[in-house]
């Protein structure tokens, strides 16, 4: 600012310019050495005057030299100075530092007027006062006896010590940086040492820690390194660095890593279900480049090894559902909670079709046989909420199985067996079970399913009917099946039924012929089953008549009525008399006098039936219950209908690789052997080996429905 | 095995002539019919053969093969040797005429030349010889007496020195071993024959009739029959070039799999 007023015209007199400036130098020279001066509005006054009437650049070079001359006799007495340690030296540095900075800063709000009016418009040769002032810090000061260099050294020094767990103190470090940074010097000089040593020190500490701590241990300790990291950075290193700090921790402490962690631990981890250790390795590896692929890797053969351990082992069968249902909610809970990803949840599912189909048939039907157990009445483990729950899990399984077919076959029978013996739980679940299986696999499917179920419906009106119109006395129940819809069952015609109930199985025949007359029906008794009032007459004096009511199946019922007319009959005399097919006679009489509830007696006494073997009515028969039942025999499953089933269903994928062969063959007349094995593939929903269809193709030519061409071997051709 | 032939480009005329000797004992014609072959396929003696065989009415040029066949004669010849009781030589205990035949052409009845001979007649029944069979048959061999026959019985291997013609008479050995009403092979006589037909044509066939002998496959399907021949000839002795995605049958690919342990083994052992 300045004043005319009050002095008159300018003064411009060399002398006065002299004047002015002796002033200003002494200004100068108290803020070079205190800090501050006392007149400022008068300095402010000279500066201005000088500027304006005097030579501007030479002002400058004068200031310049000011400055100048002041740092060099700092730097002087700064040097000759003893430290006793780096922290003590930095602290020095520092405070030069700042009293530098404070005092530039006085120096060009003094000089302001020739900054906004010189300086600025030199600014291709001039620095500004501040900059000015930092440069003389920096080449009088810092690039002066290796200063730069210690104050580095001492900064990289204390940062490892805080690495290393001492305390040391950062906002010392922070001044240094930011004094670094203000004199250009942070990129070139400080950062790429910092960012080596960084790098080596994580190095070391990856290998040393790994080898001495437990995965779980290491990720909180990496954990950890980061945030220390993060903090040290945000509150004294500045944030331009930050980047390339946390990838060099990450790819020393991770990247480099990844297989070695995930090799030691990861298993440990998921059988333990170590949710928030698991999140914390997910997180830790997705910051780094293939972090997470190979994660998924481990992911993947884990859910393998697991599962095969459960499927694979034939002595675990009784239990194989169950652990499967409880294996899957576990891994499924895991996911969630610690992998929340698209690419772990794909992995899940690969994994899981992967192993549930490495043993052929066995978990298909022991998932048929596990939704049978849940079906059936008396299964009071679950209500309605949990069992419709597990249900769904179930079905979840179900989806990854390859050979559906096997189930559909035991389901099948297990449904019959259940519809036809009155055994199941509820009709609802029945049917809520059946929707979920036509979701799942569609309506044709479960066609012959849902015809089972109508055929019950149907025999019920039935009988109904019947009863309103023959008026019997005799308790009759008959459901008509409708064959295809059922399983296969042998038929056994050949059965001798006492002849009172035959002729009512008559009277039932003839109202059904009557209702519809084109159909043919024939009686299978291996799933009938009937109550049967028994009075054994003991041997006692005491003479009281044993009454029991026993509830049988047909064959049984048929076996004992022959002793109704006959004391003691012989095991041929038996299978004469009935009629039934030996291996089921067998295990009937065995049900009758060699189980827990020996209603016959059996001599001579033993397990097994032999021809030799005679029976009579155990006469010493005791029993708590009046109501008994005897009839358990035909609800379990036997070996040997275990096997035919799986051996009906295998026929009949042979069958459908015929058919498909010949369909494609018929279709495209000729054909490569690869091409047709890959058509195949596609077509056929169950899985095959190609050993399979090489058997049915053999077989296809021998009978001529296919030929070899005469120069190709390997290619077919469709005979008409 | 295959046999390779040479098909060089020719000029000479001297080479013609050697090409035509050859053509002539390779198709048992004569001079007129082998030039006349060969001139056509720009003498490529390969490509001739081939040719001829597949339609060798096309190319005969020599009047009934220079020799004339009387037609009475053979019928003759059948007489001497049928049974009394049908129109046919067999093997019937009480005649045995056909045994006789053989021993008077000098036939061995256990050699290859007994199956050639009765593949050049088309013999459909093993063990006796239709009068059909008998007349057409000698009419194509050119013999209507057992001096002649002997003589042609004795170069029979001729016919079957072709690739294509010994396949023919390879699938046509099957038919004949096998019962008439049978569709597929007994084991028993598969060994006999491909012990027979197969020799020195296929490197593994000792070890081919030992896993055989020992597997629980009680008969041979034609295909399969057929298709050993094509695993004799193309597949290496080492089995490097066997595919068993192909469409090999599988009894053949039991055998390679078989059969691969045991050569592993014997060359491993034959280094060491």
Redesign the interface.
């Known amino acids: 600012m300045v004043s005319t007023q009050s002095t008159g015209p300018p003064v411009v007199t060399g002398d006065q310019l002299e004047e002015l400036w002796t002033r200003l130098q002494l200004g100068l020279s108290d803020i070079l050495s205190t800090g501050d001066t006392r007149n400022k509005s008068s300095l402010l006054e000279d500066a201005d005057n000088l500027c304006i009437h005097g030579d501007k650049q030479d002002l400058y070079k004068k200031i310049s030299r000011e400055i100048e001359d002041h740092m060099r006799g700092c730097s002087a007495s700064f040097c000759k100075l003893d430290f006793p340690d780096q922290t003590a030296f930095l602290r020095e540095l520092a405070d030069v530092w700042l009293k530098h900075s404070k005092q530039t800063y006085l120096i060009r709000n003094i000089f302001n007027y020739l900054e906004r009016r010189y300086v600025i418009s030199q600014h291709h040769q001039l620095l500004p006062l501040w900059e000015l002032g930092a440069q003389t810090f920096r080449t009088e000061m810092m690039c002066v006896q290796n200063v730069s260099g210690r104050c580095i050294d001492s900064v990289l020094a204390l940062i490892e010590q805080e690495r290393c767990g001492d305390v040391i103190d950062g906002s010392l470090i922070g001044t240094i940086t930011l004094m670094l940074r203000k004199l250009d010097m942070y990129r070139s000089d400080f950062e790429e040492a910092f960012l080596q040593q960084t790098n080596e020190y994580y190095r070391r500490q990856a290998v040393a820690q790994l080898h001495s701590t437990a995965v779980p241990e290491y990720l909180g300790y990496v954990t950890r390194s980061l945030e220390e990291e993060e903090r040290r950075l945000r509150l004294y290193l500045g944030s331009s660095s930050r980047d390339q700090v946390i990838k060099t921790v990450e790819t020393n402490l991770i990247g480099n890593h990844i297989e070695g962690l995930l090799e030691k631990g990861f298993d440990a981890m998921m059988d333990g279900s170590r949710f928030m250790e698991l999140q914390t390795l997910s997180t830790l590896l997705s910051r780094v480049p293939e972090g997470v692929y190979h994660m998924c890797l481990y992911l993947y053969d884990y859910i393998k090894k697991r599962g095969l351990e459960i499927v694979m082992n034939p002595e675990k069968d009784k239990t194989m559902v169950h652990d499967l249902l409880e294996f899957k909610c576990t891994i499924d809970s895991i996911i969630e909670e610690s992998f929340p990803n698209e690419d772990c949840v794909d992995v899940k599912k690969k994994a899981f079709e992967e192993f549930i189909n490495k043993r052929p048939n066995k978990p298909a039907e022991l998932i048929a046989k596990f939704i049978d157990g849940k079906l059936r009445s008396g299964n009071k483990e679950q209500n309605e909420e949990e069992l419709e729950d597990m249900l769904d899990r179930v079905m979840v399984l179900f989806r990854f199985i390859q050979g559906k077919d096997i189930f559909e076959a035991f389901y099948k029978k297990d449904l019959a067996k259940r519809l036809l013996m009155g055994k199941s739980a509820s009709i609802d679940f029945e049917k809520s079970m059946l929707a979920k299986l036509k979701r799942e696999c569609g309506s044709q499917f479960t066609f012959k399913l849902e015809g089972m179920f109508k055929d019950i419906d149907v025999s019920k009106d039935l009988m109904s009917g019947y009863k309103e119109k023959d008026g019997s006395t005799v308790d009759l129940g008959v459901t008509v099946l409708t064959t295809g819809y059922w399983p296969g069952y042998t038929p056994d015609t050949a059965v001798v039924i006492p002849s009172q109930i035959a002729k009512t199985l008559e009277r039932y025949k003839v109202y059904y012929l009557a209702k519809h007359s084109g159909r043919k029906l024939s009686w299978q008794h291996s799933l009938s089953f009937c109550t049967i009032r028994a009075s054994f007459n003991t041997t006692s004096e005491k003479k009281v008549d044993q009454r029991k009511e026993l509830s049988v199946s047909a064959y049984q019922g048929v076996v004992l009525f022959l002793f109704n007319s006959a004391t003691k009959l012989s095991y041929p005399q038996i299978i004469e008399a009935t009629g039934i097919e030996e291996e089921q006679l067998q295990r009937t009489l065995q049900s009758l006098a060699c189980g827990k509830v020996r209603v016959l007696r059996k001599t001579p006494q033993g397990k097994d039936i032999d021809t030799g073997d005679s029976f009579e009515v155990n006469t010493d028969f005791k029993h708590k219950l009046f109501k008994i039942k005897i009839n358990q025999v035909q609800t379990k499953e036997t070996t040997e209908e275990n096997t035919n089933t799986t051996e009906k269903v295998f026929q009949d994928r042979q069958y459908q690789i015929d058919a498909a062969i010949v369909r494609v063959m018929k279709a495209r007349k000729t054909m490569?052997?690869?091409v047709l094995?890959s058509e195949l593939y596609n077509q056929l929903k169950f899985p095959v080996k190609?050993?399979d269809l090489?058997?049915r193709?053999?077989s296809l030519?021998?009978r001529d429905y296919m030929e070899?061409l005469k120069d190709d071997?390997?290619?077919?051709h469709y005979v008409a | 095995m295959r046999m390779n032939f040479q098909s060089k480009k020719m000029s000479g005329s001297a080479s013609k002539d050697r090409m035509i000797a050859k053509f002539m004992q390779l198709t048992a014609t004569g001079e007129k019919t082998a030039s006349f072959c060969l001139s056509i396929h720009g003498w490529k003696l390969d490509e001739a053969c081939d040719y001829y065989f597949s339609n060798p009415e096309k190319y005969a040029r020599d009047h009934k093969q220079q020799i004339m066949v009387d037609r009475k004669k053979i019928q003759h010849l059948f007489d001497r040797y049928r049974d009394p009781s049908a129109d046919v030589v067999s093997v019937s205990s009480s005649h045995d005429g056909l045994l006789r035949f053989f021993q008077d052409i000098q036939l061995d009845v256990y050699s290859i030349n007994a199956l050639i001979f009765s593949w050049r007649l088309g013999v459909v029944v093993q063990g006796q010889i239709t009068r059909e069979e008998f007349t057409n048959g000698l009419m194509a061999l050119g013999c209507d007496s057992v001096d002649k026959l002997k003589s042609r019985v004795s170069q029979l291997d001729n016919d079957i020195r072709h690739p294509t013609k010994f396949k023919d008479f390879y699938q046509y050995t099957f038919t004949f071993a096998k019962d008439t009403g049978a569709k597929n092979l007994g084991i028993e006589d598969a060994l006999r024959t491909w012990k027979i037909v197969l020799a020195g044509r296929f490197s593994h066939l000792e070890d081919w009739c030992t896993f055989i002998a020992q597997h629980d496959r009680r008969s041979i399907t034609r295909d399969t029959w057929n298709l050993l021949l094509d695993f004799a000839s193309t597949i290496n002795s080492d089995l490097s070039n066997y595919d068993e995605e192909g469409a090999w049958p599988i009894l053949i690919d039991e055998f390679v799999g078989w059969l691969r342990p045991r050569i592993n083994t014997s060359t491993s052992s034959a280094m060491s």
């Open positions: 490569t052997h690869p094995v190609p050993t090489k058997k193709i053999e030519i021998e070899r071997i390997n290619t077919y």
